[in-house]
């Protein structure tokens, strides 16, 4: 194998060992809001409320970095929940509320795009070691989906 062919090989490599490991399995999904940070919080706040889940708190961390003269652009998080799917988690392993209630993270990125992102429950089953609550976990899965989904869409 010439120099060049292993320059390539290893370079692959090493994408593969180091850069891929850090963004894959996060336990984070991600995606695009077609509104502004406080506007894909005001409607996944109205659309959470409507579903009659509890809206814990929402912090400002753009307004938080102001008070310490430092400009972030715009982030707010949103800390909402049901007990109804939480509290059997927690039955399970307490240490699942170190993650609940929920929490979704909007965010404005560099290039003026906002995204919404939130814990993925398949994630927290595992990180918890939660093997019992198979039905709940999908009950989020599919209404977190849903729900966002309605919140970040035109």
């Known amino acids: 194998m010439g120099n060049f062919m292993k320059r390539i090989v290893l370079s692959v490599f ?3 060992l180091f850069v891929l490991p850090a963004s894959a399995g996060n336990g984070l999904i991600t ?19 409507s579903k009659g ?10 307004a938080g970095a102001a008070k310490v003269d430092t400009k972030l652009p715009p982030t707010q ?14 039955t399970s392993n307490r240490t699942v ?10 965010w404005r990125d560099d290039a003026g795009k906002v995204w919404l ?11 918890h070691k ?14 977190l989906k849903k729900l966002i989904g309605k919140a970040v869409s035109p």
């Open 14 to 16: 090493c994408t593969i």
């Open 31 to 49: 995606v695009q809001s077609s509104y502004s940070v406080p506007m894909t919080l005001d409607r996944l706040t109205e659309i959470l409320q």
């Open 53 to 62: 889940l509890t809206i814990f708190a929402r912090i400002d961390h753009a």
């Open 77 to 90: 998080l949103l800390i909402f929940g049901n007990p109804k799917l939480g509290t059997p988690l927690m």
């Open 97 to 106: 509320g170190i993650d609940l209630p929920m929490k979704a993270l909007a």
């Open 117 to 127: 992102s939130y814990n993925e429950p398949d994630y927290l089953k595992s990180r």
């Open 130 to 143: 939660i093997g019992d609550r198979d039905a709940v976990f999908m009950k989020i899965t599919g209404a």
